[in-house]
Structure formats: structure tokens, C-alpha cells
């Protein structure tokens, strides 16, 4: 097993010609993905850019493990996500803006079943809910069923069960979509948080001012290809683009000349 | 300066209240149900394929037991004198049942005899054996004993264990055949005296029925047929009931049906209407499937079955404002119920007891001795299903028909005023929680005030 | 943080825990569930015989008007049945002149032109409320012979009833009279010691328990569904719909590991309906309440009711079942609907216990849930055996294990996250499930529409099934297949047609080759079927079959070969190997296409007894078509395989020893399969 600090893992996630095909009954066989190249940082936070259905929710799920890439190889913290989907799962912490909460479940509840799952020794699970509690300020509910939690109380729930077990690497699939403008700064704050302790953060957006915001580099994704990647002056400087829409904009038009796209 | 009023409309437009404004309401329920894969599924493609592959299952399966059960060979033994013992051995031996030419152990229903002479024969001994103490004699335990009488007065006992199966096989198939004996003794006694078997049985008793076949079968089916009507309309309305209520709130369309510029009762109407349209869709099609299938069982399993059941045309004419207006009843019953919870689930949890409350009033309406009369034809549900059991028999009176018609009128008037009164509540409407039963009666309470 | 391996263990008791935790929590469905049903037991005892009983005796006390003639009946006679009317109580005689009724049933008409003259008469004399007639005659003149003929209507209620308790008063009269005679006329009954004495030795709770077994398995099957299916959804269709599917499958946990525990929440909870019902029903015993007419469940023990607890096997498969259909389900609705399905294919096999005579054995014992329901049965009557339990136990234990491997494979993030649906089987077959709606069509096509028309006229309609209905559902099926086959290169409907439905040519070696098969499969068939008959036999009403034989014998040679050897042959391999298997090909693995197209060829012929049989031979047939890429050889097969066997059950091949004609070419077979296996040996030579 390597650890994060060996050589070879000096990447947080690394992924080459990921490819993903499904087939759907109605339109046949589905490209989501087609050939998808990635590198992030530890201490870094990556944007995934694109519009809906560009495959960005795919190439998260392929990254967490819980999808087996058609083609192309990703690795997280050095690990292959193929080979061993169980060792990249117990590395990352993923959540996305759709998640929920098991209504029944109290807050602690919650975080001390996903601690046991990811093997927490007993002592140290209590120690770590106790301070994730602290961290993320669920003391006055923490005790009460989820069912009964505002939507930004929700939010903290559940970034709190992402980080139990205190991941290297964040995946986050459009995380701020259906929050409030509390609850969505909360989210950032977190995102940022991470990233001064030195961990890895990739997420998914297509609102373009949260990725010109927080991102230390962005990857501008259009049916399943990374269309370009780089800090936002870099984007800028290779599209002539001041705006990261006009980029966008200009990223897509270079790669399809075509307004007409392929049926 | 902004003008006083609003600018004249160019094409006024006129909500549609009234019938018109339901059955749009219908109509556009019943069109998003019927595009709804599962809902088809189950209301249509399951009731034509789920009969006959259940019919053919339970075919097979009673084929399979009554082969099991032909084959299963018993063994009786028999108790008593040596000479009597093998006297009526011999005659049940000699017995001319069907016997298989080839094998004479694949005769259906075999019975291996055994005789023990000796060893104990008391009351006491026999029981001992049969509940599977050992016989000192005999190494096996039989499955039944036949015990022959000891004075000119007494009579064969057949000890038998009614628990075990072995043992009921071996009892059912004894009782035939020493009743076969008997009747070759007493034939004998007879001829030798001169008798024909006639002298002896002095009296004919004839039975004829005055029903046509065809009327008999139309009995058959009123037997059974009227609950199954309640049944299939009850569960038909289920899933449609919950769907544009409760489901409507999870799907989060509540809001903008209540926005629609009808009234919230006519909504209610619509989608009341659209229910029991479905419901009587499910009720049709799967006593159609099912008679097809079951057609096909009876003509498989017995070729001479006395009746001749015949799609009752006219009686299901007669009978349909009756169902109709039952659809339309239990839909409103449901719909109101469903509506006062928030999820599929709930609503689901809340509608099965709710189901049994017309189910069995259905069962008790089969019982036979019941006759539609005016003070039946007051109890919804029973009504229906004594009225449809009279009308298949083609025994009805006017009086009494109309009056579960009003009757079932008026209680789904009732159910859907109640319904009405309250779904048009706000807290129900948008109700982001279930309410409580306390909650539901201040509710109604207030409602009436 | 960087942690070692989870322990699966702790894991597992994670995720029980946690289940049962969000079940316990959910008051209101587990009151729907699993509380509510068992309230219903006291009902079920006490209401239902309660009804039954009022029922009956409403009937019993109604007063019915009937009219009678015993005019004509001899002298001696007329009292002794005066007399037994009058104690059919509670009935009101008035007398008619029924001459008309008696000269009817003394004329030389047939059964059939007497009926309406019947009806007309009855509804001349029996007027207003009367329901019954009854007429006294000498129905044989010579021997003087009086004759009591009732006359009802079957479908008027007080009719029936008034027509029961004459018919009982006069067969007691009847019987009175024949011991007399016996008496008079013999001395003495010869076959008097022959009225038997039944002793049951059977104890009381035994018995009760007998009763209780006779109903009990079904019920508890419905009760455990109940309880089963609302933890299944729960555990599954809830999962999704709160948004934490994702959220558990990106964990580092096994989805075995979460099928495993998932199943263990479900089975706790049937676990414990299991022991509410048995609870609820001692309790009901305890009361008395169960101690009412045909309910007696006097003196039924406790330790019995614990040993019911031997039905856990049986739970937890249909437990293992309700995970595996409800683990698709997307949404509670969707698992909803799923029930009705699960109930049937639990409830029916179970209904076997309604037949108590039945005893059960090694075979019985290991089918899902008619095992089980017999071994409960058994169990309950005191009358189990040790082999037999664990028979049962072995076996559904196994299949629950299936189920739950099953189940580890459905929480796969490739499955759960994108074809959880209830079609998602389906779906994901792309063509095939063409393929598969076509052989399903096919088969029900034959079972509802064949059978009406051979109930009309058996040859003709056999005809019209095979000429007919095939033809067309192929042709059809094959057109439809076209949008399918996109990728191919068709040039006209008429060509993809002949193409999609195997009629190209064939190589004339496997023609030969098929040919020579025809005597192993005959012999091999021969082998088999007394085994079957071992295992499964068949019930003596079938065994007979006399219609079919006596079509046989009305036919000539040529005429039985068209009709049952050649038009089977063409037209089930037409739609079977031609239409249904091509379309299973173009989305299926070999050995998967082969496999359903069996199937449907075996389920097709609707009948247990023929199923393996057609199955073995719907297997080689498809063999032989996906080898020669063509149905001729299938054709010539099954026509001829079919010749051997209707020739020799009309007794056409004359039927000798042990060495039969198809024993004796049987060493044909070899070069038939070396002809089958030849070319592709050749072909790698070649390569």
C-alpha cells in the first residue's frame, strides 16, 4: 500500500483517456465519457467545468471507484481506481449536492455508522465525532433525527459524514446546488479549508463564479473531452477571453467548428 | 403615469369551472397515468399476463400433488380370526379396481395388505403400534389396522392416525374398498336367495334441477363473482388513489395544480373521476384476463362439469351504473385518505387497512341466505354485491336496485364533500409533514363548525 | 489519517445495527406492517365462523312454501313419505295435480328434450313464493317400483335449501327401508360387521394442530410478506429515495458485505412477525377463542408453536426474494408494485398444504416453499421427520444463499447507479429483449389462443395453431426484428426475413447429420422418461389420454406423420429456432440465447410433465441451428424424432423387445456428431 507521502503518489488524483460508455435503451450506446485526462495537486483545489451532461458526475463516480472506467486508467493518492476500488474508496471523502441524510438517523448516529464502515477504531471514532461536532457547530442538533434539520443543518451533516474519516483527497459533485447563500458560503469556507490543510479538493460546478472564486486550477469539460486546462489567468491568456463564460464559450467553439453537433 | 387598471385582456379567457373544468382535470390525470410506464404495467399488462401463467402454475401444481398422491403406496394391516382375516383379504385383493395392465405397481392408489395373525390385537396394543411403538410381532408400523370384528355384533374398527398423511391415504382408500366388499357380499346373499339387488332398495329418489346450464353457471358466478368485483375495484384504485395525492406531493406538483384557475373541490372532482376511471380500466380487465384463464383451467381439468358458464352480457349491463358508481365511491374514500398524508409510502401504510373496510363487507355479501332487500340495499358495499349477485341470477326488483344506486350516490357525494373539506385546507395541501390523528380530528371539527 | 482495511465483520454489524435502528424508528409502518396483522387473528378465528354461522342458520330458520303430488305413489308408500316431508322442516306443503309432470318423466323422450318441458311445468305448478316440487310415482310399472322426484331451482337460495332438507328426510327413509329389507329378505345384513369404526389415535392437539397446519403456511407466508416487504423497502427503496445510495457506495465497504447486512435487517425483521404471529395465535388459543366450531384449536401446546419456528428457512427465502425483487425498485412505488408478484410466487406453492393426505417426501421437501409449508404442516400435527426438516432446511437455506450473492451484485455501483429499475434486467439485453417479448408472446399465444382453438376441434385447431398462428407470429416478429439488425447488411423485408428466420440454404452434411441423431434422442428419451415417472408421476386421468389415442386411430400413416411429425417440425422451429432465437443471439451470449430459447420451446408445450423432455430437445434443435446457421436441420430433426415417437405410440412401428429399431442405430449417432463437429475442425486446421 502506498502512502500519500511516497514519490510516485506525489499527485492526489491522476487520470489518463478515461473513457465511460453505458448503453440506454432509447439512445442506444452512450459516450459519457470520451477520453478524459486529469491532475490535481495535494493542496489544491480543481474545478471540473462544464454544462449539464457533460460527464462530469460520471468522471467523479469513476474516480471514487464506484464506476469501472470503459477505457483509460485514473489514479487517487498513487492508487489505481481499478485495481483497487476499496483503497481509493477508503482515501477519499465524496459528496455531491444531491446527497442525503438516512431521516431516522440522528446527526452523531450518522457520523459514528459511516466512522464504523470506514473502520475507525472505537476510541478514536468518538474523539473524531466529538470534534467534527465542535468544527462543523452541530452541537444543538446533533442529537435530533435528520429528518427534522433545516437544509444548511443537512449541509453540515453531511460534509461532516464525508470527512469522518479525515480523506486526502475531497470529491465533490456540484456541492453548492439547491443550498441558500448561508449554507452555500458555509460549503466554500469548508473548500478553502481544506485546501490550507493541505489536501487535495475536486469538484464539479457549472456556476462559473464559484470556480473563478475558489479554483487553483480549472479542467473546462464539453462531451466527455477536457477541453483545456490551467489557472484562470492561463485560461485567459490562451483564449483571449476575460470572462471565464467567454472562455468557456470560446474552449467549446475551437473544438467544435460545427455549431450542428453530431446526433 | 401608470394606467388605473390593467390593459384589456385581448381574448378574455374564461376558467373553466364546472364539469368542464373536472374533466380537464380527468382527462389530464388519466393521461399522465396511462403514460406512466409502471402504471400500465400493472393495470393493464399485468392482468393479461399474470393469469394465465398463474392458472398454468396452479394447474401443474395440482397435477404434481395428485400424481404424488396416486402413487404413494400404504400399507394396512389386518387383525383378527386367521380364516376371516383371510377371507376378506382375498376379497379385497380380488377387487376390480383399475388396475395398470403392464406394472402392477404403478396402479394408482395402492394398498399393500398385511395380515398378523398373531401377537396382541387389544384396543390398548393396536393404539401402541399405530403411534409408532414397536409391535412386538412386526417390524414396521402400517399405516392403518383394520381390526375385524370378534362377536357376531360388533364391527370392524380402522385404526388410523388422522395426523398423518400415509394414514388419511390409507383410510380413504379402505373406506372405498371395504365399501366395494360389502356391496359384493350383500349382491351375493341375494342371488342366491333368488333376489335382484332392486329388492333390496325399494325406493328412487330422483333430483332434477329446472335451471338451464347456462343459468346454473351464471349461479356459479354469483357466487364468487360480486366480490371479486369489490376486490379488483378496490385494488385498482389504490395505486391512482395515492398517486394524485400524495404522490402529487412528492413529486412536487401539488403547488401547481392547486394554482390551476378551478376550484380546489373540482380538482378534487378531477382527479376523483380520473381514479375510478382507472380502477374500473384495472376491474375490467383482470376479471376479462382472469375468466379467459380460468376458462381454459376448467376445460383442461374437467370435461363434464355440469354448468356452462357463459359471459353474462346482460347482467354485467344491468350491473355497470352499480359498479361505476362503487369505482367512483371507493375512489373518493381513498383519494380523501391518501390525501391527508404526504408520501407514496405513507400513503400506502394508510390505504391498506383502509382497503379491508370494504373487502369484507364483500366477503360477508357471498354469504349465501342473503337477499337484497331494502334494508340491505342501505349498507354500501354489501348492497353492491348483493345487488350484481341478484342480477346475475336475473332475480331483482326495481325498488331495491335503485335504492343502493342513491345509496351509493349519496355516500360518495359524502366522501367526496368530506374529501373536499379536507384537502381544501392549507396545512394539507402544501403539508411538508403528516399530520397526526388528534391534528386530523380538530381539523374535521373545525371543518364542520 | 490513514487507517488499515475495515474489519467486514464490524462493518456488517454497522450496517445491522444501523438498519434495524431506522426500522424500529419507523412507528407508523411497523404498525401497518407487522402489529396490525396480527390484531387481525381474533377476526380471523372468531368473526369469520361468526358469519359463517349466522348465515347458515338464517337459511335454517327461513320458511320455504312447497307444492307436492303424492297421489300416485302405491298405497304403502304414500304415508311413510307424507311423513318424511313433513319433518324437512321448516317447510308449508300445498298439494297439486302434477299428472302432467308424471305422464313427462313416463314418455320415451331422451333427458335432453324432457329438461325445458321440465322447467315449463315447474313454473306452471309452483307459483308465487313456493320453491319446490315434489312428485310422488311408479317410475317402473312392471316392478312397481315407486319413484320420489324433487324438482328445485338451483340457483334460488330458499329452492336449494328446501331441496337439502327434503332430499336428507327421504334418504334417511330410503335407508331406514333397506335395513328392514335386508332383514326381512336376507335374515340378516351379510355385510354388517363391514361398517366400519373409525379409532383416531391421533391426540386432541394433534388434531388441533392438523387444522391449524392447513392454513397456517399460507397465512403466514401473507403475514411475512407484510412484515418482510415493508423492512425490504425500507432498507432498499429507501435508501434511494433519501438521497444515500451514493453516499454508502462510495464507501470502502464489499457490496456483498452491504447486501449481506441489508438482507440481515430484513430477515430480523421477519424474524420477528414470525414470532408475533405464533405469539398472537397462542394467545388466541390461550383465550379460547379459537375454541368455536370448525376452529377448535384445543389443547395446541406451546412447545409446538415453538417448533413452528422450524418455518425460519422458508422466511428467510422469501425474505432473500423480497431484497432481490424490492433491490431494484427505484422507488417505494415501484417496490409497491412489485408485492402482488412476490405474493403469488410464495402463496401458491404453499397452497399445497390445503391437500392434508398429501405426505411429503425427500423431493416435495427441497421445492421453495412447498417444502417448507409441508415440513410447518408437519411439524404442527406432530408428525415431522428429522431427514425431512433438514432436507428442507438444507435446501432453502441454499437458495436464500443465492439470493443473497445475488443481492451483493445488485448494490454494485455499475447497476445501482444506472439501471435500477425494475425493466433494468430487461433493458440491458437491447435486442434480445425482442427477442425475449416475441418467445414470451409466442408461448402465451399458444397456451390462450391454441387452446381455445383446439378446445373447438382438436385437429383442426391443432392445425390452425401450427399453420396458422406460428406462421404469422414469426413473420411478424422477424419484421420487427429488422430495426434491430441496423448494422446488417439486409437489402428487402422479404430477404431479412428469410435470413432472420433461418430458411438460407444449408450445408447438406448437417441435413445427414441431424438425420442421425434421430435415434439416440428416441433412446435416450426412452431412458428418461421412466425415470420421470419415478420422480414425477403423472396423475392417471392424464396417464390415459385416450382423446389423443383415439385421434391416432382415426388417422392414416401418411396423415399422422403431416399432422404431428412434419407441421410441428416446420412450423415450431419457424418461430422457436427461427424468429426467437436469432433475435436472442443479436444481444445475448451463446449459452444465454440458448437457454431462453429452450425455455420458451418447453414452456410452450405447457405441461410439467413434458417440460425436461422438450427442453432436452429444444436444446439440441438449437444447437443445431446455431451451428448450421440455418432451421433445415432442426426442421428434419424434429420431424422425424417426432415420427419415431407418434408412430410408436399409435402402435404403427410395431413395438418388439428390448431391441428396438432405435437401439439397435443407435451407433449412428457418433457420425452424426462427428459430421456436426467436423467443419469447424477443419476451419482451425485450415487457420
Known amino acids: 500500500m502506498q502512502s500519500p507521502e511516497s514519490p510516485t503518489a506525489s499527485l492526489a488524483i491522476e487520470a489518463q483517456g478515461l473513457i465511460k460508455t453505458f448503453h440506454d435503451p432509447e439512445r442506444g450506446e452512450v459516450r459519457a465519457v470520451r477520453g478524459l485526462d486529469l491532475e490535481c495537486r495535494y493542496g489544491e483545489i480543481f474545478g471540473l467545468l462544464g454544462p449539464n451532461g457533460a460527464g462530469k458526475t460520471t468522471t467523479l463516480r469513476m474516480l471514487a471507484g464506484i464506476l469501472v472506467p470503459s477505457g483509460g486508467h485514473a489514479h487517487i493518492a498513487g492508487i489505481d481506481a481499478t485495481a483497487d476500488p476499496m483503497g481509493v474508496r477508503q482515501r477519499i471523502g465524496f459528496l455531491s449536492g444531491s446527497t442525503g441524510l438516512y431521516p431516522r438517523l440522528t446527526a452523531r448516529e450518522t457520523l459514528r455508522y459511516f466512522g464504523e464502515l470506514h473502520g475507525i477504531p472505537k476510541p478514536a471514532l468518538e474523539a473524531r465525532i466529538e470534534e467534527l461536532v465542535e468544527t462543523f457547530q452541530l452541537q444543538e442538533f446533533a442529537d435530533g433525527r435528520c429528518e427534522g434539520l433545516s437544509t444548511g443543518q443537512r449541509q453540515r451533516v453531511s460534509i461532516a459524514r464525508a470527512v469522518v474519516h479525515d480523506p486526502d483527497v475531497l470529491i465533490l459533485d456540484e456541492p453548492t446546488t439547491g443550498l441558500d447563500i448561508m449554507a452555500a458560503s458555509d460549503m466554500i469556507d469548508f473548500i478553502e479549508a481544506r485546501r490550507s490543510a493541505g489536501r487535495c479538493v475536486l469538484f464539479s460546478t457549472h456556476i462559473l463564479s464559484e470556480a473563478e472564486r475558489l479554483c487553483d486550477r480549472i479542467g473546462v469539460v464539453h462531451h466527455g473531452r477536457t477541453l483545456a486546462v490551467g489557472t484562470l489567468a492561463e485560461l485567459r491568456a490562451e483564449t483571449g477571453a476575460e470572462w471565464l463564460g467567454d472562455v468557456f464559450k470560446v474552449l467549446v467553439r475551437r473544438a467544435e467548428p460545427d455549431p450542428t453537433p453530431a446526433a | ?449 | 489519517m490513514l487507517l488499515p482495511r475495515p474489519n467486514p465483520w464490524r462493518q456488517l454489524r454497522a450496517i445491522l445495527g444501523s438498519e434495524l435502528l431506522q426500522l424500529v424508528r419507523d412507528r407508523r409502518a411497523l404498525f401497518a406492517a407487522i402489529i396490525l396483522p396480527v390484531l387481525l387473528y381474533p377476526w380471523l378465528f372468531k368473526g369469520q365462523h361468526k358469519i359463517e354461522e349466522i348465515s347458515k342458520e338464517a337459511l335454517a330458520k327461513r320458511e320455504v312454501q312447497a307444492v307436492c303430488d303424492l297421489s300416485q305413489l302405491p298405497a304403502a308408500w304414500h304415508d311413510p313419505v307424507w311423513k318424511a316431508l313433513q319433518a324437512a322442516e321448516p317447510m308449508e306443503w300445498s298439494e297439486v295435480d302434477a299428472q302432467a309432470v308424471v305422464d313427462l318423466e313416463h314418455s320415451d323422450q331422451t333427458e335432453q328434450e324432457r329438461d325445458p318441458e321440465r322447467r315449463r311445468l315447474y313454473q306452471e305448478l309452483v307459483q308465487g313464493d313456493q320453491a319446490l316440487l315434489v312428485v310422488g310415482h311408479v317410475a317402473d310399472a312392471e316392478h312397481d317400483r315407486p319413484e320420489v322426484a324433487i324438482y328445485y331451482d338451483i340457483k334460488n337460495d330458499s329452492s336449494r335449501e328446501a331441496q337439502e332438507r327434503v332430499s336428507h328426510q327421504l334418504e334417511q327413509l330410503k335407508e331406514a327401508s333397506i335395513t328392514r329389507l335386508r332383514i326381512e329378505l336376507l335374515g340378516s345384513d351379510p355385510a354388517a360387521f363391514l361398517d366400519l369404526e373409525t379409532v383416531d389415535v391421533a391426540s386432541a392437539a394433534e388434531r388441533s394442530g392438523a387444522k391449524l397446519g392447513r392454513m397456517l403456511p399460507m397465512l403466514l407466508v401473507l403475514l411475512l410478506i407484510s412484515g418482510g416487504a415493508f423492512a425490504a423497502l425500507t432498507v432498499f427503496a429507501g435508501e434511494r429515495e433519501s438521497g444515500t445510495l451514493e453516499s454508502i457506495l462510495v464507501q470502502p465497504i464489499d457490496p456483498r458485505v452491504l447486501g449481506l447486512g441489508k438482507f440481515g435487517a430484513v430477515a430480523v425483521a421477519s424474524f420477528a412477525t414470525l414470532l408475533a404471529n405464533l405469539v398472537a395465535l397462542y394467545v388466541c388459543v390461550l383465550m379460547g377463542w379459537t375454541s368455536t366450531g370448525s376452529g377448535d384449536m384445543e389443547g395446541l401446546s406451546f412447545m409446538t408453536l415453538v417448533g413452528a419456528l422450524w418455518y425460519l428457512p422458508g422466511a428467510l427465502l422469501l425474505c432473500g426474494l423480497l431484497c432481490l425483487a424490492l433491490g431494484r425498485a427505484k422507488t417505494f412505488r415501484e417496490g409497491q408494485y412489485l408485492l402482488f408478484p412476490i405474493t403469488l410466487l410464495a402463496a401458491i406453492p404453499s397452497a399445497v398444504v390445503l391437500q392434508p393426505s398429501l405426505p411429503n417426501n425427500a423431493i416435495l421437501s427441497a421445492i421453495p416453499f412447498t417444502g417448507a409449508a409441508l415440513c410447518l404442516r408437519d411439524i404442527l400435527r406432530g408428525d415431522a421427520s428429522f431427514l425431512l426438516l433438514g432436507i428442507m432446511s438444507v435446501s432453502h437455506l441454499g437458495y436464500t444463499a443465492w439470493t443473497v450473492t445475488r443481492l451483493g451484485r445488485l448494490l454494485d455501483g455499475e447497476r445501482a447507479l444506472h439501471s435500477g429499475d425494475v425493466a433494468g434486467a430487461l433493458r440491458k439485453l437491447g435486442p434480445a429483449r425482442h427477442g425475449m417479448r416475441w418467445g414470451f408472446v409466442g408461448v402465451l399465444a399458444i397456451y390462450i389462443v391454441g387452446s381455445w382453438l383446439q378446445s373447438r376441434d382438436p385437429l383442426l385447431g391443432l392445425m390452425q395453431t401450427l399453420w396458422g398462428l406460428l406462421p404469422i407470429l414469426a413473420i411478424v416478429a422477424a419484421l420487427r426484428a429488422r430495426k434491430w439488425a441496423s448494422g446488417e447488411k439486409v437489402r428487402t423485408a422479404g430477404n431479412f426475413v428469410v435470413r432472420e428466420l433461418g430458411l438460407g440454404p444449408c450445408r447438406p452434411q448437417y441435413l445427414v447429420a441431424a438425420l442421425l441423431l434421430v435415434p439416440a434422442m428416441t433412446a435416450l428419451m426412452q431412458q428418461y422418461l421412466p425415470l420421470q415417472e419415478k420422480l414425477l408421476p403423472m396423475p392417471s386421468f392424464l396417464a390415459g389420454a385416450e382423446a389423443l389415442t383415439r385421434m391416432f386411430d382415426g388417422l392414416s400413416t401418411s396423415k399422422l406423420v403431416f399432422v404431428f411429425a412434419i407441421s410441428p417440425g416446420v412450423c415450431e422451429e419457424l418461430f422457436f429456432r427461427g424468429a426467437v432465437l436469432s433475435s436472442l443471439r443479436r444481444g445475448m451470449s451463446t449459452p444465454k440465447a440458448l437457454f431462453w430459447q429452450t425455455l420458451f420451446f418447453a414452456a410452450a408445450h405447457a405441461s410439467i410433465h413434458r417440460l425436461i423432455p422438450t427442453a432436452l430437445v429444444g436444446l439440441v434443435l438449437g444447437g443445431m441451428t446455431l451451428r448450421s446457421r440455418s432451421i433445415w436441420p432442426a426442421i428434419l430433426f424434429h420431424a422425424a424424432y417426432d415420427a419415431s415417437l407418434v408412430l410408436q405410440g399409435a402402435g404403427r412401428i410395431a413395438q418388439q423387445e428390448p431391441g428396438t429399431w432405435h437401439m439397435r442405430l443407435i451407433w449412428l449417432a457418433p457420425i452424426g456428431l462427428l459430421l456436426w463437429v467436423w467443419p469447424a475442425v477443419r476451419a482451425k486446421a485450415r487457420a
Open chain 2, 1 to 449: 403615469m401608470p394606467p388605473a387598471t390593467a390593459p384589456p385582456h385581448p381574448h378574455p379567457i374564461q376558467p373553466k369551472a364546472g364539469p368542464r373544468g373536472i374533466l380537464l382535470v380527468a382527462a389530464t390525470e388519466l393521461r399522465s397515468s396511462l403514460r406512466d410506464r409502471q402504471t400500465v404495467m400493472n393495470s393493464v399488462v399485468l392482468p393479461i399476463v399474470m393469469y394465465p401463467v398463474l392458472f398454468w402454475f396452479i394447474l401443474q401444481g395440482i397435477l404434481v400433488v395428485q400424481g404424488h398422491k396416486e402413487r404413494t403406496r400404504v400399507e394396512v394391516a389386518l387383525v383378527g380370526a386367521p380364516e376371516q382375516v383371510a377371507d376378506l383379504q382375498s376379497r379385497l385383493l380380488g377387487l376390480s379396481l383399475p388396475l395398470d395392465p403392464d406394472t402392477q405397481t404403478t396402479t394408482p392408489n395402492p394398498v399393500d395388505f398385511r395380515s398378523l395373525p398373531d401377537g396382541p390385537q387389544d384396543d390398548a396394543a393396536l393404539r401402541a403400534w399405530l403411534i409408532s411403538k414397536q409391535h412386538p410381532e412386526a417390524e414396521s408400523i402400517p399405516d392403518a389396522i383394520l381390526r375385524l370384528p370378534e362377536g357376531p355384533n360388533d364391527k370392524t374398527q380402522l385404526y388410523l392416525e388422522s395426523t398423518r398423511s400415509g394414514s388419511e391415504l390409507a383410510a380413504e382408500r379402505m373406506r372405498k374398498r371395504i365399501a366395494q366388499v360389502a356391496e359384493q357380499l350383500r349382491q351375493d346373499a341375494a342371488k342366491s336367495r333368488g333376489l335382484t339387488p332392486q329388492d333390496l332398495d325399494p325406493l328412487d329418489i330422483a333430483e332434477h334441477t329446472i335451471t338451464t346450464s347456462r343459468d346454473q353457471g351464471a349461479f356459479v358466478l354469483s357466487l364468487f363473482l360480486p366480490m371479486m368485483i369489490i376486490i379488483m375495484a378496490v385494488m385498482g384504485a389504490f395505486f391512482p388513489a395515492v398517486d394524485s395525492t400524495a404522490g402529487e406531493k412528492e413529486r412536487g406538483t401539488a403547488e401547481t395544480t392547486l394554482l390551476l384557475p378551478i376550484p380546489r373541490s373540482q380538482v378534487l372532482l378531477g382527479k376523483i373521476v380520473a381514479t375510478s376511471a382507472l380502477a374500473f380500466l384495472a376491474t375490467v380487465l383482470n376479471l376479462t384476463f382472469m375468466g379467459l384463464a380460468a376458462r381454459h383451467l376448467l376445460g383442461t381439468l374437467g370435461p363434464k362439469i355440469p354448468f356452462r358458464i357463459e359471459f353474462p352480457f346482460l347482467a354485467l349491463l344491468y350491473s355497470l351504473p352499480l359498479v361505476l358508481l362503487f369505482c367512483f365511491f371507493v375512489s373518493a374514500v381513498l383519494t380523501a385518505l391518501a390525501g391527508l398524508t404526504k408520501s407514496f409510502k405513507e400513503g400506502q401504510a394508510m390505504l391498506g387497512p383502509a382497503q379491508m373496510v370494504f373487502i369484507l363487507p364483500a366477503i360477508i355479501g357471498i354469504m349465501p341466505g342473503l337477499k337484497l332487500g331494502l334494508g340491505w340495499s342501505l349498507v354500501p358495499v354489501v348492497n353492491v354485491v348483493l345487488a350484481v349477485r341478484s342480477i346475475l341470477v336475473m332475480d331483482w326488483l326495481p325498488i331495491p336496485y335503485l335504492l343502493t344506486g342513491l345509496v351509493l350516490l349519496v355516500s360518495a357525494w359524502l366522501a367526496v364533500r368530506l374529501c373536499v373539506r379536507l384537502l381544501s385546507q392549507e396545512a394539507l395541501a402544501f403539508s411538508g409533514s403528516s399530520i397526526s390523528f388528534k391534528h386530523l380530528l380538530r381539523m374535521l371539527r373545525h371543518a364542520k363548525s
